[in-house]
């Protein structure tokens, strides 16, 4: 029953952290060209940025949390 409960926030800090990550590197695409998604905005990749480490760091504490869970098994 723990394991399936650190599992799964286990899968919701990696599909945070991933979110975040791929949000940075968003590009619009127009007629002619494509651009950054956040030019003139550089607090939103500065803000995805952080949050994606910090969820980084949880995910990996969970994954931990997981490993040493099977290993006592």
């Known amino acids: 029953m ?37 030019t003139g905005q550089i607090q939103v990749p500065i803000i995805l940025g952080i949050s994606s480490i910090i969820l980084g760091i949880f995910w990996i504490i969970e994954n931990r949390k997981l490993k040493d869970i099977f290993l006592n098994e």
């Not at 919701?12 to 060209?33: R, V």
């Open 2 to 38: 723990k394991s399936e409960k650190l599992k799964s926030r286990r899968n919701l800090f990696m599909s945070s952290t991933l979110m975040c990550l791929f949000l940075i590197g968003t590009f619009k695409f127009d007629e002619s060209s494509f651009n950054w998604m956040w």
